[in-house]
């Protein structure tokens, strides 16, 4: 915090950069001496005991790794210049108040803050303010930085009637800047329809349709660090997860945390979350569907509940020389009121034994006996009375429950009667039943009806917040798997339908939070975006009346005229005019550009171009690997694209990635995918006609 002077105007006046650059020098110096203060702690004479002491140190580490200076991330991106005083100290000068506005917070040795957290109320208006509405602020200041070093700076006079409404070329170029190395910092991007979204109440659910480009996945993570900063405590005991398509893509995004003030945030996929049995196995599109279809929910909750058997035979508990007898009447009774109570079915496998023995003990109350809880508890666990609940209502293996529903036609026709039809019935069971569960070909969508059946035996625990990246690809059955991870929480689902490339992809977000179990939650649409060219989304959405019709088309705050190159190859032998010929000449060319390259192509295409590549002396990586100064280019298949972003993308065959889906409009979408993955410019490729859609 620092309140301007004439001193300090005069300074500014005369060597703003110096003056800037001198802060930030102080403020890497507070922290360190701040970081210094922790490591220099003795816990010796504060821990009482051996658990104390490790949890006193656990937290003194944390907060040693909090305290690191990131080199190549900004310490401060921003400033605030404010019209009047916010802090009591300040009030009584009359004057206003500065705030230097970075990705944690930092204070001298006196105690008065240098940098402020870009998460704090006083933050705010560096994303919100505008000239129709200042929010107090005389003047925004960004900076630029180039490795790690600031090197420029550029004002807006929010306050200022006369000062024309100009687009920021600092963010334009951190927008722009080359993808070199992964994700990069990201807090100092944040728009202003974004930020509302990020510091939206935590007790609300919240989904955001995304286009590329938009920043949905920024957006995200952004939420995640805000709520944990706002609610630390609350969702440090409730927990926070981030869950993501596949681990590539965790990896790609798990840099950015710590660079928005947090480094200890749970990530997972869906697969990892239902890990109860190894996947060996894979369905096809029609099994798939199926078994994540929402209806299994129900063919799973009669499965489950198939063993429970009304009793016809009396319960005799023999006590000493004394017989108890609960005539069946009553055992059905406490049974059919289990039923009826739709608790879990493992709770009340729990407490039938409990029920039958209080019956017991009224009985025995009735003969003049004073019995207590510990005989009650005896009775509980007498023979009888569990020869009883086992034969009324036996325990439940989850995995074994799934591996006879799918291996025994008989049982999943009780359990599917009325929900499924017969051919759907035959499609899910396995063609050679496997002997044991231990042995079956688990595929991806067993592990989720697995996980569902578990839920139906014992209550799956809730965090306080879920984070849910690339939801539109996600089934019903996956669905709920994520929403019994948030029944007592909220969570933030980020996706976008047209890039839905999966069989059971997403219809529509209400359907989708149905499912979820968020009917209701504030659905947000992004259509600004701030990464992919406007010339190149306006091509790719030509496809979305095919692959979405309900969306708007995306539009782009980034004008580059030529970014998109389409490029007919005549179809002939391999040779300078054949198209692998074309696409390494392509690559070359976007090699002499700086920053990342992707090369998409349709999966079956790949080997083909590995081999091109290779023996062209090309290097290339593989997706989700860090790109270097030695390899820049990246062999992506189409179906890896998803999440990734390149600066120059070349794009092959078109056609090939369309006819390489299950569908033509799932194809579709997956070239959708593919031609927006491009930060500053796309080639597209094609010795065959394009989709006519493109037309």
Not at 128 to 152: H, I, N, Q, W
């Amino acid at each position: 915090m620092h309140s301007p002077t004439p001193t300090d105007t005069l300074a500014a006046d005369t060597d703003p950069l110096g003056r800037e650059r001198s802060h930030l020098a102080a403020s890497r110096a507070a922290l360190k001496a701040m970081r210094e203060d922790v490591e220099a702690l003795d816990l010796r004479d504060v821990a009482g005991t051996w658990v104390s002491a490790q949890v006193l140190q656990r937290q003194v580490d944390e907060r040693i790794k909090a305290l690191a200076d990131l080199a190549h991330t900004p310490l401060f991106f921003g400033r605030l210049d404010y019209l009047h005083a916010i802090s009591t100290s300040e009030s009584e000068g009359g004057g206003g108040e500065r705030f230097y506005i970075g990705r944690r917070h930092v204070h001298d040795a006196g105690g008065d803050p240098m940098v402020i957290d870009w998460r704090a109320p006083v933050s705010q208006p560096f994303y919100r303010a505008s000239r129709t509405e200042p929010m107090d602020v005389a003047k925004r200041r960004r900076f630029g930085y180039t490795g790690g070093e600031l090197t420029a700076y550029e004002d807006e006079n929010l306050s200022d009637p006369d000062e024309a409404d100009t687009r920021s070329a600092l963010l334009a170029a951190e927008i722009e800047k080359p993808r070199v190395g992964p994700m990069r910092d990201i807090v100092a991007t944040i728009q202003p329809e974004q930020d509302e979204i990020v510091r939206a109440d935590v007790t609300g659910t919240i989904c955001v349709q995304g286009a590329p480009g938009t920043g949905k996945t920024a957006v995200g993570l952004h939420r995640v660090a805000y709520l944990l900063y706002a609610h630390r405590e609350r969702l440090a005991r409730t927990g926070t997860l981030v869950v993501g398509p596949n681990r590539s893509f965790l990896q790609y995004i798990e840099q950015v945390l710590p660079a928005l003030g947090e480094l200890d945030v749970a990530q997972a996929t869906v697969q990892e979350l239902v890990g109860h049995v190894e996947v060996r196995g894979t369905d096809g599109a029609g099994t798939a569907r199926i078994k994540g279809d929402a209806r299994m929910a129900r063919v799973l909750r009669n499965a489950v509940r198939a063993g429970i058997t009304l009793p016809t035979e009396p319960c005799v508990v023999v006590r000493g020389s004394r017989r108890w007898r609960v005539p069946a009447y009553e055992l059905e009774e406490i049974v059919r009121e289990l039923m009826d109570r739709e608790i879990r079915y493992g709770a009340a496998l729990e407490a039938l034994p409990q029920r039958i023995a209080h019956a017991v003990l009224v009985k025995m109350e009735q003969g003049g006996e004073a019995p207590d809880d510990r005989v009650q508890d005896a009775v509980a666990r007498n023979a009888a009375v569990k020869a009883t609940v086992k034969a009324c209502w036996p325990a439940v293996d989850p995995v074994k429950l799934v591996h006879r529903l799918l291996s025994d036609a008989d049982f999943l026709a009780g359990a599917a009667d009325g929900v499924l039809d017969a051919d759907e019935q035959a499609a899910l069971l396995w063609a050679k039943p496997p002997r044991s569960a231990r042995t079956a070909p688990w595929s991806a969508a067993d592990a989720v009806l697995i996980d569902e059946a578990a839920d139906l035996v014992h209550r799956t625990p809730s965090l306080g917040h879920v984070v849910v990246d690339e939801a539109q690809d996600l089934s019903p059955m996956q669905y709920r798997a994520v929403g019994r991870r948030c029944t007592t929480g909220s969570a933030t689902v980020l996706g976008d339908l047209a890039q839905g490339t999966t069989p059971w992809a997403t219809g529509s977000w209400p359907e989708a939070l149905h499912h979820l179990g968020k009917d209701g939650a504030h659905v947000e649409e992004l259509t600004q975006g701030f990464r992919v060219p406007g010339e190149v989304i306006a091509y790719a959405s030509r496809l979305l009346p095919a692959i979405a019709p309900g969306l708007a088309p995306a539009t782009s705050v980034r004008d580059l005229p030529g970014s998109l190159v389409l490029r007919h190859v005549p179809e002939g032998p391999e040779g300078p005019d054949g198209l692998d010929a074309a696409v390494l000449a392509a690559c070359r060319a976007a090699l002499g550009h700086e920053g990342s390259v992707g090369l998409i192509a349709a999966d079956g295409r790949v080997p083909a171009l590995t081999a091109a590549l290779t023996a062209a002396g090309l290097p290339f990586l593989d997706p989700g690997t860090e790109t270097t100064a030695e390899a820049r280019l990246t062999l992506v298949p189409a179906s890896l694209a998803k999440g990734l972003e390149y600066d120059h993308v070349v794009l092959d065959e078109p056609a090939a990635i369309v006819a390489g889906e299950p569908d033509h409009r799932t194809g579709l979408r997956r070239l959708y995918v593919s031609l927006t993955r491009a930060v500053s410019g796309l080639t597209v490729l094609h010795a065959q006609p394009l989709p006519a859609e493109l037309a």
